[in-house]
């Protein structure tokens, strides 16, 4: 999987390895049927809970 011309991409490329703190959000969805949503992971292909960082632009909403 690459990132490569995104907004963690390029600011990757300018610090280096050095750690980097970005906004994210990890949710918790649960229905009626009180079952749990979950995705796949792309990186190590397993189950986690939905999240995500935000870029320039995006809304949490």
Request: cysteine-free; overall charge negative; charged content about 25%.
């Amino acid at each position: 999987m690459t990132y490569e011309g995104s907004y963690l991409w390029d600011i990757r490329r300018q610090l280096g390895s050095r750690p980097l703190l970005m906004p994210g959000a990890q949710v918790l969805v649960v229905d009626d049927a009180e079952r749990i949503l979950l995705q796949r992971s792309r990186d190590s292909g397993l189950w986690e809970l939905p999240a995500g960082a935000a870029e320039p632009g995006d809304s949490f909403r």
